[in-house]
């Protein structure tokens, strides 16, 4: 089960496994630590369009908005929030990007708490 870090999201990252078709519906889980609402963007890159190569459904604690390249995902405030993704054709690993709005926490009075991110992590 592939999953991400508030702060691999912050900065983006690809996808650590090719989504094929032979993996059927896949549920991806965003688990939002703020007290706002958290976003997060799947993305195509390279020449594959992500949007057109998957389906998305099933949303729980979030709303989505997608663009020709890319979707958008509004996360509830403190939620976990689930949605179903499911490959139409295989995506290469490289050819897929996941970034959220992190926030990433700097505080010269509190070193521990420095260098904290907020927002979402991602598994499916």
């Known amino acids: 089960m592939p999953s991400y870090t508030r702060a691999q999201l912050y900065s983006g990252t690809t996808a650590s496994v ?3 078709t032979a993996g059927g519906a896949l549920t991806f889980t965003l688990v939002n630590t ?6 997060f963007n ?3 890159k390279q020449t594959q369009n992500v949007i057109d190569s998957a389906t998305i459904g099933s949303l729980s604690n979030c709303s989505v908005v997608s663009g020709s390249r890319n979707a958008g995902f509004i996360v509830d ?3 976990t929030a689930t ?3 499911t490959p139409t054709s295989n995506i290469a690993k490289e ?3 996941f970034i959220a709005a992190n926030a990433h926490i700097f ?7 420095s260098g904290s991110f907020f927002g979402v992590n991602l598994s499916y």
Request: zero cysteines; glycine letters at 8%.
């Open 18 to 20: 090719d989504l094929t």
């Open 34 to 39: 703020k007290t706002s609402t958290a976003y």
């Open 42 to 44: 799947i993305e195509s």
């Open 77 to 79: 405030r403190g939620a």
């Open 83 to 85: 949605f179903t993704f």
């Open 95 to 97: 050819n897929i990007k």
């Open 107 to 113: 505080n010269v009075g509190d070193p521990d708490a």
